[in-house]
């Protein structure tokens, strides 16, 4: 069974920092690439970072050198640092890992972390 358990959001007030950690079970997690999405109110999901199998990170501009996508393959865990957090930062932020081999992609899922930035 494939898990993607996320912990680390909570309330904070703006200029604030946060660490977003995802634990994966049940796949080679260093043959994933991890991402985080995260869906604001009043607004579509977006992606906000990606960090592949092979390390190579990158970010949405909206969270460029603020937020910083790392992995740790012998913990299965991707984590997400949040610096200088806007209230524009609030959302559900999701973890995602995805696989694509032979032209056939696997996905799966987090359940979200409520990540609140307060004026």
């Known amino acids: 069974q494939v898990q993607l358990v996320e912990s680390g959001g909570g309330l904070v007030q703006a200029g604030g920092s946060l660490r977003l950690s995802c634990v994966a079970s049940g796949i080679t997690f260093s043959m994933y690439d991890m991402r985080w999405y995260r869906q604001a109110p009043g607004e579509q999901r977006e992606l906000v970072a990606t960090?592949?199998?092979?390390?190579?990170?990158n970010y949405a501009d909206s969270v460029k050198d603020r937020f910083t996508i790392s992995r740790d393959n012998v913990k299965n865990t991707v984590y997400l640092q949040m610096n200088s957090l806007r209230p524009d930062d609030t959302a559900v932020y999701y973890c995602n890992a995805e696989r694509t081999r032979w032209s056939r992609t696997n996905a799966y899922w987090g359940q979200g972390t409520q990540v609140t930035v307060s004026s």
């Open positions: 960090i592949t199998s092979g390390g190579f990170a």
